[in-house]
């Protein structure tokens, strides 16, 4: 079997990061791949915001959790979060962000680093509290956040294998 399918079969979301830090030349590796990612007629209307210090992950972690009226909400702990956002008014920008996630998940597992979908943001980037963080980050007024990648090191290099169910019609 080769790489890219190997890759593509095992990878499966960590939500026990370490604190181990990720270099920045495997952060570069990841934005490279999310650049990579189709996008509808080649618009490429997404941004990339990669957050790596602790406090700013945490202080957006503490603001959606009270957005959301989920108390200790952490998102996992994980050592880097890069947000894909995108023009709000772009028809496929949701869907271009999906596989640029994608992208930057199978990336990271090729890599060794563990990562997991956040999808939170949704719905609440422009609420006040929110908003004044995403401008805070670079994230432009005119973006939404469709879902984020967090990214790190699992802290117990485990990964359960997970039956998969979905149907398949082949006519």
């Known amino acids: 079997m080769n790489e890219t399918i190997k890759t593509i ?9 370490s604190d181990k ?8 590796l990841l934005i490279q791949a999310a650049l990579h990612a189709p996008t509808a007629m080649n618009k490429q209307t997404f941004q990339f915001t990669v957050l790596t210090q602790r406090k700013n992950i945490e202080e957006l972690a ?3 959790g009270k957005a959301l009226g ?12 890069i947000i ?7 028809l496929y920008g949701r869907d271009d962000n999906a596989c640029a996630l994608q992208n930057i998940f199978l990336a990271a597992h090729s890599l060794g ?13 422009d609420r006040p509290e929110i908003r004044k963080l995403l401008n805070r980050y670079g994230i432009p007024e ?6 984020m990648a967090a990214l790190g090191y699992s802290q117990s ?7 998969r169910v979905g149907k398949v019609n082949i006519i």
């Open 9 to 17: 079969l095992s990878r499966r979301s960590t939500r026990d990061f």
């Open 157 to 163: 290099g485990e990964y359960k294998e997970i039956e």
């Open 142 to 147: 005119n973006h939404v956040v469709y879902g």
């Open 21 to 28: 830090p990720i270099s920045a030349a495997d952060l570069d």
């Open 62 to 64: 503490n603001a959606i």
């Open 70 to 81: 989920r108390e200790g909400y952490d998102m996992y702990r994980p050592v880097a979060l």
């Open 84 to 90: 894909p956002s995108n023009d709000r008014d772009s």
């Open 113 to 125: 680093i563990g990562s997991v979908w956040i999808n939170q943001l949704h719905g609440i980037c």
